[in-house]
């Protein structure tokens, strides 16, 4: 291998605009609903997301990373060859990236995930041959692609059911948000520790029994509660209160909830989304420190920290502007419908980062916002829009195929 | 902004559209009581008035349902069938038109009530226009019923001001028989030409409550999924 250092510089900088991009746009989707019900500020809302987005991509964005490192190519074939999937994940950040800001400029719906995906998958089999991508494991991810915002949907129906039958719909529906509020407050700290742990935190040195992992968890769960306690005391109505404003009332014990599974889908974000920066500069980066086409070593630790990092970056200087915008249109979903979504929708992503699929966090959401509808929650949903996620299929994919051969074969030539 | 479909999601709500629609033809309905006692001192400067004032009052129901019509797009999901959105709206409507033919009438024709049925004319408008006003408080509720997602106790609550609703409709029918009696007692006593109007005005006050309740109908429908 020649030029080490540029190619070192070439992935750094491509990895960290990427991960820059999905700070500056992918994270506003994770963060909207909170800000359009009015539970966070939008500074707030930048330092829940900063604090959680950067724990979930360093805690649990490895097996992910490890996925689009080397799970969609077939490296073995390329053992001769390796600066051909150097060049190949060099191009696919290149054309995901591009892809991402032609995509933004001209208002389509676009999704991070796939692009990146659809770009590896192209520049493997088109710029290489059939026989380098690995198609049952492409086929697995399409698969969630579909079977993701389904799960988070039926969750969200699920959870948002349950919020009417021990809530919404009792005589006293602020009593029994003050006496059910704590159990979901606990049940969000319990899961999401939990789908962590289990999956094993070997990357940072961390290594928990199952019952170790349980204890953890409740733990977390306990720990979400007492912190939740002070803020939920502070609510109170008047005993005189009209239907209407004990149904504010509740909203505002929700609202504590939010902030919860706010976190919980930052956390959640953070572990699918940040791969899809890193994990090109992985499979490079294993190329380079080996000379060869890398066996299966962990994702280094410091790798996960840059991304974090991009994304901070990214959310800092640009995303704010993207949730301000975002999150003034989603002013019809109140807490109680809110929180149901986001948390379907967290653990739904931290599922799939767990078994290292690559899913879209924003289908997601959608896909939860969705369930909520179904349980008549929500006043009024456009499904106009499924459309348009149909289209990110249809679209996106082949687009970021398309570019990445166009930019592997320049690479090839150039380099 | 290219990844702002989970903002697009969220159609505008029809809720605090159709509460300003039903706000509006009740604004209607209620001008009727002051319209009345103006007619009855025979004051037309004044009926003229209040007329004027329930036409604009009509054009603004007119926009906000038109509003209403536009802002459904088919691609809408709805806890409700849209259908039946748009069969409340309609019944709605017909509060604030009624009002308006009312009004009309009664100055077209500068009727004059015979004075022993002035006091009963009096009693079954207030009538008709309470039923105008519980619709419009049954419909209010429509916020909270939302926000339940359309089950436990706000049902309850909303059946039992439906059920307050026809009450005061059947009492109107109780006043409309009542005064139909008082004036056929003195109609051969009164041009004729007057009394058939007088017939006339009764059965539209008396279909003013009936719109009432139509209202109270098609909230039960949407309850009753």
């Not at chain 1, 979930?56 to 969609?72: C, D, K, N, P, Q």
């Not at chain 2, 017909?94 to 009309?104: F, L």
């Not at chain 2, 005005?201 to 009753?224: K, S, T």
Request: proline share 3%; glycine share 8%.
């Amino acid at each position: 291998m020649e030029n080490i250092e540029l190619y070192f510089w070439l992935a750094a900088i491509f990895g960290l605009f990427m991960a820059w991009g999905i700070g500056a746009n992918d994270v506003a989707n994770a963060m909207a609903t909170s800000i359009g019900s009015k539970v966070l500020t939008i500074r707030k809302a930048i330092i829940v997301a900063a604090i959680f987005e950067f724990a979930g991509s360093v805690l649990a964005g490895g097996e992910v990373t490890s996925t689009i490192r080397g799970g969609i190519i077939d490296s073995s074939v390329l053992a001769d060859r390796p600066d051909l999937l150097v060049d190949g994940m060099l191009a696919s950040l290149l054309a995901a990236g591009t892809w991402l800001l032609i995509a933004s400029a001209m208002g389509w719906p676009v999704s991070t995930t796939h692009s990146i995906v659809g770009a590896i998958v192209g520049f493997a089999s088109i710029g290489i041959g059939m026989e380098v991508v690995k198609w049952n494991q492409v086929g697995t991810i399409a698969a969630s692609w579909i079977v993701s915002p389904l799960v988070s949907g039926i969750v969200a129906f699920m959870i948002f059911t349950s919020v009417q039958r021990l809530i919404l719909e009792t005589p006293d529906p602020f009593r029994n948000a003050k006496k059910y509020v704590p159990i979901y407050i606990f049940a969000t700290g319990f899961f999401i520790t939990l789908i962590t742990l289990l999956k094993g935190l070997k990357h940072v040195g961390l290594e928990l029994g199952e019952w170790q992992s349980y204890g953890v968890a409740v733990l977390m769960g306990i720990a979400a509660v007492v912190i939740a306690i002070p803020f939920l005391n502070r609510i109170s109505i008047a005993e005189s209160a009209t239907r209407a404003e004990r149904f504010a009332g509740v909203e505002r014990v929700f609202a504590v909830l939010m902030v919860f599974t706010a976190c919980s889908m930052a956390f959640a974000h953070g572990s699918n989304d940040v791969a899809n920066a890193i994990g090109p500069v992985a499979a490079i980066l294993g190329v380079l420190q080996t000379g060869g086409v890398a066996s299966k070593s962990a994702v280094p630790l410091w790798l996960l920290l840059l991304g974090g990092v991009g994304i901070v970056v990214g959310l800092a200087t640009y995303g704010r502007h993207v949730i301000k915008t975002i999150g003034q249109n989603i002013t019809h979903l109140t807490p109680s419908r809110g929180f149901a979504a986001e948390l379907a929708a967290a653990g739904t992503v931290v599922v799939a980062s767990g078994i290292g699929l690559p899913i879209s966090t924003t289908h997601s959401l959608v896909g939860a916002v969705v369930g909520v509808g179904f349980a008549r929650g929500i006043a009024a949903l456009d499904l106009g829009v499924i459309r348009t996620i149909f289209m990110s299929w249809i679209i996106t994919l082949p687009a970021g195929a398309f570019l990445s051969v166009f930019f592997f074969k320049i690479l090839q030539a150039a380099i | 902004m290219a990844t702002s479909y989970l903002s697009r999601i969220f159609g505008s709500s029809p809720v605090g559209h159709i509460l300003l629609h039903m706000e509006r033809a009740n604004a209607c309905a209620s001008k009727l009581p002051p319209l009345f006692a103006a007619a009855v001192k025979q004051d037309w400067v004044e009926v003229k008035v209040i007329l004027d004032q329930i036409t604009e009052l009509e054009h603004d129901a007119d926009s906000s349902k038109k509003n209403i019509r536009m802002h459904l797009p088919n691609a809408l999901f709805m806890p409700v069938p849209r259908a039946d959105l748009l069969d409340l709206v309609t019944a709605q409507d017909k509060i604030a038109n009624r009002a308006r033919d009312i009004a009309g009438l009664l100055l077209g024709r500068k009727m004059v009530f015979p004075p022993a049925t002035a006091a009963t004319f009096t009693e079954l408008v207030n009538s008709a226009v309470d039923a105008s006003h519980q619709a419009n408080k049954t419909v209010s509720e429509l916020s909270e019923l939302f926000e339940s997602g359309f089950r436990g106790t706000e049902l309850d609550v909303m059946e039992s001001m439906i059920a307050e609703l026809d009450r005061i409709e059947h009492e109107t029918d109780q006043i409309e028989i009542r005064l139909r009696a008082q004036l056929l007692e003195i109609e051969k006593s009164l041009p004729p030409v007057d009394v058939m109007f007088l017939y006339k005005i009764i059965d539209w006050i008396g279909e003013l409550a009936n719109d009432a309740q139509r209202v109270g109908r098609r909230l039960q429908l949407l309850l009753a999924r």
